[in-house]
Every structure is written in structure tokens, then in C-alpha cells.
């Protein structure tokens, strides 16, 4: 059973930084890709980065820049650092994988204040 686990989120201030990470129960390069979504309320889910096993990346417009995703695969951990955070970021962040199917993490709130 794949789980993943997202932390990191929280109160940042506009203009400010987060490092979001995502522990997979299994090791990461047993899935094809992973990536980072995010959901704002009364919005639809968007794609905010995606890397593939083979370390292709890929940013909608609006994130070039400011998001970068990685991962460290000795500890099965996938990572988000967000920089200059600004208001409309504020989403629940999701984590998830693509496999045999696709699996997503719980979410985590990331709150920007203006």
C-alpha cells in the first residue's frame, strides 16, 4: 500500500518562503512521476510542479520561477521549496504519484498573508 505524507505547510508572510516535503512508504522510483497539486478554496485542483523518473520538470507559467521540486531519493522524500509566496498561493498542497494508478497524500495548508 503506497502512502504518502505530506508536512511543511503553515503561516508565511507574502514574499516569504516554504520548503513542503512529501515521505513515500515505497521508494520513489517505483513511480513514473510524482508531482505537487494545489487546491484554493472554491477552486478546481491545479498542477503546481511535476518531475519524472527521469528528472524531467515540468511548471505551469504561473510557478516558473518561484517553485522548484526535487527529491532525495534516499529518503524516498519529494520536495517543493516556494519563494515569494504570495497571497493567491494560499491552497491546500497535495502530494501525489502515478504508478499503477495514481495515489495521493492528505494535503497540507499553506497560508500566505498579505
Known amino acids: 500500500q503506497v502512502q504518502l505524507v505530506e508536512s511543511g505547510g503553515g503561516l508565511v508572510q507574502s514574499g516569504g518562503s516554504l520548503r513542503l516535503s512529501c515521505a513515500a512508504s515505497v521508494s520513489i522510483f517505483s513511480f513514473n512521476s510524482m508531482a505537487w497539486y494545489r487546491q484554493a478554496p472554491g477552486k478546481e485542483r491545479e498542477l503546481v510542479a511535476a518531475?519524472?523518473?527521469?528528472?524531467?520538470?515540468t511548471y505551469p507559467d504561473s510557478m516558473k520561477g518561484r517553485f522548484t521540486i526535487s527529491r532525495n531519493s534516499a529518503k524516498n522524500t519529494m520536495y517543493l521549496q516556494m519563494n515569494t509566496l504570495k497571497a493567491e498561493d494560499t491552497a491546500v498542497y497535495y502530494c501525489?504519484?502515478?504508478?499503477?494508478?495514481?495515489?495521493w497524500g492528505q494535503g497540507t495548508q499553506v497560508t500566505v498573508s498579505s
Open positions: 501525489s504519484a502515478l504508478a499503477n494508478g495514481r495515489f
Open positions: 518531475l519524472t523518473r527521469g528528472d524531467m520538470t
